[in-house]
DNA sequence: CAGCATCCCCAATGATACTG
DNA sequence: CAGTATCATTGGGGATGCTG
């Protein structure tokens, strides 16, 4: 069984030969997708069920409309989420997580705990250092 | 017992109502530092034990000295790495893992076999999605 | 060795207006 | 309703030179 510090060596290591080998990383390459602003957010979002735009628009207000068509067609184009053209008048687009993106919940989630239950203590430590100055 | 879109959907009440509340939120907040080029990639680095400051940009060379500075010492800020110097001459400075740090490395490890076991699926759905223009 | 200070650039995001 | 197109902004990050 391996312990933390050995399983991150291992990560680590193939994190670095990524790096080194020719083509990017696919750490760096997943990481690029949960760091960015809107990606993880309406992962989560359609986490809940299948959304059309509109309705993914008013469940993330802060979203403009240019990131969330550009945020959408990205995690389409990496099939976590499936577009669902409905040939009505006005047109309806739905979209929803596929088999992919619901397999993402999971790990992601760990984080999301992580950092919930982290926050406290991130946030004295900030307090803290803050202080030192 | 919880199923994944349950859970999900917890997380994402919680989110948005911190995103709602005063303050910025704690997934985003944590996010952020999981998103950015380095933090992790020091994090993970320092999972392997102590390294002194060029130590660690020996081992991360892409990395410039300026961010290595400013990425350990926003890691430091909050509290996920401690910094030691030694009275020596010419000076040396430790960087180590604290307990809180060395925590996110068991959550971050199932991002990362999450990233490494899907990377051959999302790329291939990049190629279908690409091809298909 | 372990940084700090400056200048600079570009890619990510936002704001706004328009459309099938 | 579900987008596209264009312009403006900004701050993350790199390059370089200097220092205790």
Redesign the interface.
């Known amino acids: 069984m391996l312990d933390?510090?050995e399983?991150?060596?291992i990560?680590?290591e193939?994190?670095a030969a990524a790096?080194g080998a020719t083509g990017p990383c696919?750490?760096r390459?997943?990481?690029?997708k949960?760091?960015?602003k809107w990606s993880?957010?309406l992962v989560?979002?359609l986490?809940?069920?299948p959304k059309r735009f509109n309705e993914l628009h008013r469940a993330v207000p802060?979203i403009s409309q240019k990131m969330l068509t550009q945020t959408l067609r990205d995690l389409?184009?990496?099939?976590?989420v499936s577009r669902h053209v409905f040939d009505t008048k006005p047109p309806s687009v739905e979209y929803r997580l596929t088999r992919?993106g619901?397999?993402?919940?999971?790990?992601?989630?760990?984080?999301?705990?992580?950092?919930?239950g982290?926050?406290r203590?991130?946030e004295?430590?900030?307090k803290?250092?803050?202080a030192a100055r």
């Open positions: 933390g510090v399983t991150a060596q990560y680590i193939r994190w790096a696919p750490v390459d997943v990481l690029d949960i760091g960015d993880m957010l989560m979002t986490a809940g069920g802060d389409q184009r990496d099939g976590l992919l619901h397999s993402l919940i999971v790990p992601f989630g760990h984080l999301i705990e992580w950092a919930n982290s926050i203590r991130i004295a430590a900030r803290d250092f803050d």
